[in-house]
């Protein structure tokens, strides 16, 4: 059974930093490429980042390029999303998601349950 | 960036009615289109791709339509179960993948 396990959310001051993570299991993890979504309370979905499953191929949304880093350790099978300088409209649940290829984006078949970062002072 | 556009914002219907959602893309994204449906304190969970391919285990009165800009998600006789909110996403260009706003599907 595919699983996908975020954890390292929390409240944090806008400025300062956190690094979330994703534990996969239930599939070969370097056979996909794998991306963070959020979800600000009560909004849609956003995409925030994808990597390829050897890492040579990483995506940001525009509006955390240059703030947050992505990340996978396909022999731990985890995925992590670095995120500084956090800012209010940061705050969302943060979603892991398996995507259906290994190399480019395309589009979602799995998902983590999400870990929400709230930014406030 | 693609821009995707969802109509209505908000769907009333009567269960066992026929739903009919739309996704816009500003510009075309040819067949490259997944549609997601997501209940509230859940993780979304998809659907459609490839514009009209239904997903792995997805009942068959979900299908989608569409190519180029303009894509269609109806659900043939809604059920209880199918009252949620549907995000469609294009998968054309990257980077961004791009979801639409969303289209909530509520009881009449």
């Known amino acids: 059974e595919v699983q996908l396990v975020e954890s390292g959310g929390g409240l944090v001051q806008p400025g300062r930093s956190l690094r979330l993570s994703c534990a996969a299991s239930g599939f070969t993890f370097d056979d996909y490429a794998m991306h963070w979504v959020r979800q600000a309370p009560g909004k849609g979905l956003e995409w925030v980042s994808g990597i390829s499953w050897n890492s040579g191929s990483i995506g940001y949304a525009d509006s955390v390029k240059g703030r947050f880093t992505v990340s996978r350790d396909n022999a731990k099978n985890s995925l992590y999303l670095q995120m500084n300088s956090l800012r209010a409209e940061d705050t969302a649940l943060y979603y892991c998601?398996?995507?259906?290829?290994?190399?480019?984006?395309?589009?979602?078949?799995?998902w983590g349950q999400g870990t929400l970062v709230t930014v406030s002072s | 960036e693609i821009v995707m556009t969802q109509s209505p914002a908000t769907l009333s219907v009567s269960p066992g009615e026929r739903a009919t959602l739309s996704c816009r893309a500003s510009q075309s994204v040819s067949s490259n289109l997944a549609w997601y449906q997501q209940k509230p304190g859940q993780a979304p969970r998809l659907l459609i791709y490839?514009?009209?391919t239904r997903a792995t285990g997805i009942p068959t009165r979900f299908s989608g339509s569409g190519s180029g800009t303009e894509f269609t998600l109806t659900i043939s006789s809604l059920q209880s179960e199918d009252f949620a909110v549907y995000y469609c996403?294009?998968?054309?260009?990257?980077?961004?993948?791009?979801f639409g706003g969303g289209t909530k599907v509520e009881i009449k």
């Open positions: 996403q294009q998968y054309n260009n990257w980077p961004p993948l791009t």
């Open positions: 998601a398996r995507d259906i290829a290994p190399a480019r984006a395309y589009y979602f078949d799995y």
């Open positions: 490839g514009a009209s």
